[in-house]
């Protein structure tokens, strides 16, 4: 019997940001722990994962999913551990991932979790690397930039969740390997533990100049997760025939102009371009997850978590976040 | 036999653009004919192709092909006549199409040259709807936009030799076809004669409006040949994972601004947007030339020209279509 307490705590969207986001957006809350029906589990999560996709969620404005509604738990995946089941496939004990959000509990009938075998791969890397931002990397790199050992790649925000794990796989496969991040010190991390072959800070103001000097061959492949200066940077080193798998414009998060300038080298050099939006395509995922499972038990890829104590602490984190203040996958810890 | 005048005139590249290209750029000179080597054919033009790749040529900024030299006859697709052969493949009367420049004769090894069938097909078909800018229109349309029926496309400059292709293949293939085209004339045109569902004028002032009230459904794939503003507005109407053939940034040759300000949609609507130089992509031309062909033949294409007459007015006609200031595809008649 695992321990249940009598009340938990969530996080809902009391107002709409208007600007950049703010504590005042969110509102913590007291709720009462639920029956559960015929085939629910009770979960506590003891993670829960921030991710920048959360932002457009927030706002009114049309996006690919509905918006997150007001007064509502605000939408995160989870992992933690079923407290209570009356669900034959899962027993209590299990380890779970899910949509539960921000909240320290929450129930499921079971069909959209999964469950975990925590052996060989700590419970929080299956909210990053052996989750949703490993396998929007791993989908990116495999299906769009089809990069080949010899080529090179461009990165951006290279030390987060996403970036470093395309970085490695693409450093795995023998490419050649820049990433882009903000300050010296996630810059170091990302050449001196993650093995690119180059990292450029583009807060030291040189972004072209640098980008240019650690791509002497030019450019074969984009993964972009920041746009603006960053893709157009990147699109300046282009060789011919290059592919740019669009994952994130985090930059226009705190309204930065995101205007692609450099369209023209999307006709010269013929570039593919293509956004992709990662649980669009499923049908990847138990190959991805498999294989990056397998490369984080070898420890061929690394991983690096911020991460922030108890859910009131989430906005803060999330503000963070969106502003470039994490350093790797950004958690919070709910247990 | 056919008549062999004793020298012919070609018009050289004399400088290169400042700003605007203007008639100091070019220099009209009378040559000699010259004596054939063994395997050599004289061909005499009687039409010369004038098309917007032309200006990435005078410049010496960086592109996908050697800049034109100066003081080098103006690079240029033609069609025209053998009138002396010392090559047995071709004989004296053939009709040939080739890359001859900006000139009333020319000499080829052959290997360059294709020999037209005029017996169903206008000879000067052959620099369009049946040449290069039909086989822009047909890849762009059938490798990168793939639309199906019942889907809509925009096409940017519609009247143009290769707008008005894509246009009427894809109302061939069932799907609703919305042009952008500069002022009523050729918005009536695109319609009433080219079978377009609409076409939206972009001189009006309101091609956001326009377009949007064009496109009740929005927009599955968007052949861009403008930029700018034209492909900002296309962008704005996109459906989930869309297609864009961006196959030029005619706009920018004037000095405007070819940013993509709504870089947004790319990734929220899962754009695919692919960059293309027609030459690139040979392997298709056998097909896609032949279908072509079928297709004007049977008058299931129609096309339009703007003729200037004599080589010399090929510098003037030029300057306009790089304004618009044609209607439909720009040839210069040589004889």
Not at 124 to 140: E, T
Request: proline share 3%; charged share 20%.
């Amino acid at each position: 019997m695992l321990e249940i307490p009598e009340s938990y705590q969530r996080i809902v969207l009391a107002a709409r940001p208007r600007g950049p986001v703010a504590a005042e957006n969110f509102r913590l809350e007291t709720m009462p722990v639920p029956q559960l029906a015929d085939g629910e589990v009770l979960i506590r999560n003891h993670y829960l994962s921030l991710d920048p996709y959360m932002r457009g969620r927030m706002s009114k404005a049309a996006s690919y999913a509905a918006s997150q509604a007001l007064e509502e738990t605000m939408i995160g995946g989870t992992v933690g551990q079923v407290v209570a089941s009356r669900n034959e496939f899962y027993k209590v004990g299990d380890y779970v991932n899910g949509m539960l959000g921000w909240a320290e509990m929450g129930v499921s009938d079971g069909l959209l979790l999964r469950k975990l075998d925590t052996t060989r791969i700590p419970l929080s890397a299956f909210l990053g690397v052996v989750g949703m931002p490993g396998m929007a990397a791993w989908y990116g790199f495999n299906q769009i930039m089809e990069a080949a050992a010899g080529e090179t790649i461009i990165v951006s925000a290279a030390s987060g969740a996403v970036g470093s794990v395309v970085g490695q796989l693409a450093r795995l496969r023998g490419c050649r390997v820049v990433g882009i991040a903000g300050g010296p010190e996630k810059c170091g991390y990302v050449v001196n533990e993650l093995g690119f072959d180059a990292c450029v800070d583009y807060k030291a103001g040189n972004l072209e100049a640098d980008l240019a000097a650690a791509t002497p061959d030019g450019v074969d492949a984009i993964f972009e997760n920041v746009g603006g200066a960053c893709l157009d940077a990147a699109l300046g080193r282009t060789n011919a025939f290059a592919r740019v798998a669009l994952c994130g414009l985090i930059g226009g998060f705190n309204g930065a102009d995101m205007s692609i300038k450099n369209a023209r080298a999307l006709l010269l050099n013929r570039l593919t371009l293509r956004g992709f939006i990662i649980t669009e395509h499923m049908e990847y995922w138990q190959q991805g997850l498999q294989e990056l499972a397998v490369l984080v038990a070898n420890r061929q890829i690394k991983y690096r978590e911020s991460v922030a104590d108890g859910l009131a602490a989430a906005p803060e984190a999330f503000m963070g976040l969106l502003h470039g203040r994490n350093f790797g996958k950004q958690l919070v810890k709910l247990i």
